[in-house]
């Protein structure tokens, strides 16, 4: 068994006290024996290392220590424990805190309201500059269109379009079937149950199915992009892209930013189409509507324009969910931390912006008779 | 029970154990149908500075994963400080952990965290009755032991260059004053004097806390400066191990190509180069460092 790291005083040659350390000093048995022995008053006229068995340098550290606090000399240490004594001796000297300098929690609070606040100011030009550099890397792809990455594209289209179809789809599937059973319930009242046909088709067409379509892409893609690019810009990919004459912007943002804005009107109608079928299946099952009679109406209520608006907001809301995406992971520049809360700041930016921009067109279409 | 980890006992003076803490008998790794390792044997002798040199992609970090337990083998028998790590699980293999160091080769400091709090990571998570007092202090001596600057203690790590980051991560490694020392290719990427610099102070601190160290390098000049012995990898297994006159003597092409190349020679002859300064320097100064050696005894 192992022993257990100890002290004891006694009466040293010359009248004063002599610090015996006893058995093993290492830094597995210090750590209980250490606050006693800060506790302890002087004056101590020698430390005593010739009963103590093994030392590491955290014994020689601690016997180092008790011989500068009380000004005392080591007697009876070991060769192996001078050997360690002198190296440590000459490591003495670092006050350095051990924590990264931090102002006190006065200063603090504003200093970081200012940080976000030029942030702030610094991110709006900061994506200003960003798009436009989307804007002159398109117009050199259309003067070149030989360089444009098709097989980047279609890659891209496949990882957030097609891959996205089941847990879309899903997703779809019940919030239709949520909508025609609160609805029913609601226009019950009225004796007019057969609106919840107009409810869920011009819900989904309109809102629901692009809104949630960018919301589910924001969390899948828009954080992929974010992570990907961020993780490529601390391995120095895209520096090196830039050496060789690549524009990081031509091969990797365009055609995240382009295979998003072709998927998003394309998923927002299939999220709607399935948002209906399963409003039409619930409504066979409880309200009595025939399945394929539910269809058929959706035909005569919904207007034409209805798909158009769902339609015209998809691009809108994948380019916003592609350019936070690449734009927040294009601007890491330090180490891993930062690749989580840019990934996170792309999420909270797009879906924010979507949502903003889902009121705004709502009120216009409204304005120019497309209610 | 408690949570509490507690650190393997010391194997007995002069056991097996003791006298050789890493053991390697039939060591097999593949990756799929490539296999890495093939009937692999190593001994590592305490107190030695063992090298391990091999071509690219012939092993090398494999085989230290392998002895850490951070790679499961197919085959084969490991025993490091007389514990078997082959089937080792993470919970009951912990004791073994606080009498290693280990050095990667890009530093891996953790990057949310300050050098000392790297440095205090292994302290916390063995020795947790230690107080925030000594431990804060052990962080600061093994900081400046490592070779850093004072004012780097409170830094993170991206805020160090890549030298910096190596003696970073070896402070880390000797936290818990660790018998044994693993370092992966310590001197990659360092300019001659940054690496001449880490060589001495691999040396230095392995004779002063008593390291036996198991070292990749890439680095001739590594080789004939700090190792006390070389064990080259090559045809899946370790051909040989011994000291460079000894690997030189040995007829397989690979060792030859390597040490007779003009890399391999152009550290020879440094090597040799220094050893006659020193030499000179010896007898120059000699009744000198006589008297010292005198007034020392």
Redesign the interface.
């Known amino acids: 068994m192992r022993g257990t790291a100890d002290f004891i005083t006694e009466p040293g040659a010359e009248g004063g006290v002599t610090l015996v350390l006893t058995g093993p000093l290492l830094v597995s048995s210090l750590g209980r024996l250490d606050h006693r022995l800060r506790a302890l008053d002087g004056p101590v006229s020698a430390i005593d290392l010739s009963r103590s068995e093994r030392i590491d340098t955290v014994g020689a550290w601690t016997a180092w220590r008790l011989s500068q606090h009380f000004g005392a000399p080591i007697i009876g240490a070991s060769p192996e424990a001078e050997r360690l004594i002198g190296a440590i001796s000459a490591a003495d000297d670092n006050t350095a805190s051990v924590e990264p300098p931090r102002l006190p929690l006065l200063l603090r609070v504003p200093e970081h309201v200012g940080i976000v606040i030029t942030g702030l100011g610094q991110g709006i030009v900061l994506v200003l500059g960003f798009l436009g550099q989307v804007v002159l890397a398109s117009g050199a792809l259309l003067r070149h269109p030989s360089r444009f990455r098709v097989r980047a594209l279609v890659h891209q289209m496949e990882l957030m379009g097609v891959n996205a179809l089941a847990i879309i789809g899903l997703m779809s599937f019940l919030v239709g079937i949520v909508i025609a059973q609160q609805g029913a319930v609601q226009l019950r009242q009225f004796g007019a149950e057969i609106y919840t046909v107009n409810l869920v088709g011009r819900l989904s067409l309109r809102e629901l199915g692009t809104l949630m379509t960018a919301i589910m892409v924001a969390g899948r893609s828009g954080s992929a992009f974010a992570a990907q690019l961020g993780t490529m810009k601390l391995t120095e990919e895209i520096d090196a892209m830039r050496t060789i004459g690549v524009s990081p912007i031509e091969a990797l943002v365009i055609p995240r930013l382009l295979a998003t804005m072709i998927m998003m009107p394309l998923l927002g109608i299939y999220s709607a189409a399935i948002g209906i079928i399963g409003g039409a299946a619930l409504s066979a099952l409880t309200l009595g509507i025939p399945f394929f009679t539910f269809l058929a109406r959706i035909q005569e209520v919904v207007p034409l324009h209805d798909v158009w608006v769902g339609l015209i907001k998809g691009p809108v809301f994948g380019l916003i969910v592609a350019t936070s995406g690449c734009f927040q992971g294009l601007q890491v520049k330090s180490d891993a931390e930062e690749v989580g809360t840019r990934t996170t700041g792309a999420v909270v930016m797009a879906i924010f912006m979507v949502i903003v921009l889902d009121a705004f067109f709502a009120v216009f279409f409204s304005e120019v008779g497309w209610g | 029970m408690t949570a509490e980890t507690t ?1 393997a ?1 010391p194997a007995p003076i002069g056991s097996e154990a003791d006298l050789f803490p890493i053991r390697v008998r039939g060591l097999r790794n593949a990756f799929g149908t490539h296999v890495i390792h093939e009937n692999l044997d190593l001994d590592v002798r305490k107190g030695e500075i063992l090298g391990v040199v091999g071509g690219s992609g012939t092993g090398k970090s494999v085989l230290m994963r392998s002895i850490i337990g951070l790679q499961i083998p197919e085959a084969g028998e490991i025993e490091v400080l007389g514990s078997p790590i082959t089937d080792a699980r993470d919970d009951d293999d912990i004791d073994i952990r ?1 009498r290693w160091g280990i050095l990667f080769q890009g530093g891996a400091l953790f ?2 965290l ?1 050098v ?2 790297n440095v ?1 990571v292994p ?1 916390r998570e ?6 925030d ?2 431990r ?10 490592s070779g850093l600057p ?9 805020e160090l260059s890549g030298g910096m980051k190596k003696r970073a991560g070896l402070a880390r490694a000797l936290a ?2 660790p018998e044994l020392l693993f370092l992966d290719e310590p001197t990659a990427g360092l300019d001659p004097i940054g690496a001449a610099g880490f060589d001495q102070l691999i040396r230095s601190l392995q004779q ?3 390291l036996t160290v198991f070292l990749i390098t890439h680095d001739l000049d590594t080789l004939y400066e700090i190792c006390d012995r070389v064990a080259v990898i090559a045809d899946k297994r370790v051909i040989a191990v011994g000291t460079i006159p000894e690997l030189l003597a040995t007829d397989h092409p690979w060792i030859k190509s390597y040490f007779n190349g003009p890399r391999g020679r152009a550290a020879l002859a440094s090597s040799q180069r220094r050893e006659d300064t020193a030499a000179m320097a010896d007898a120059n100064a000699g009744p000198g460092a006589l008297g010292t050696a005198a007034e020392g005894a």
């Open positions: 650190c006992v606080c990057s949310t300050t000392a709090e205090e302290l063995f020795y947790p009755e230690i107080t007092e000594l804060h202090e052990i962080a600061r001596y093994k900081v400046l032991l004072a004012e780097a203690t409170s830094k993170y790590p991206s818990l004053d002063t806390l008593g």
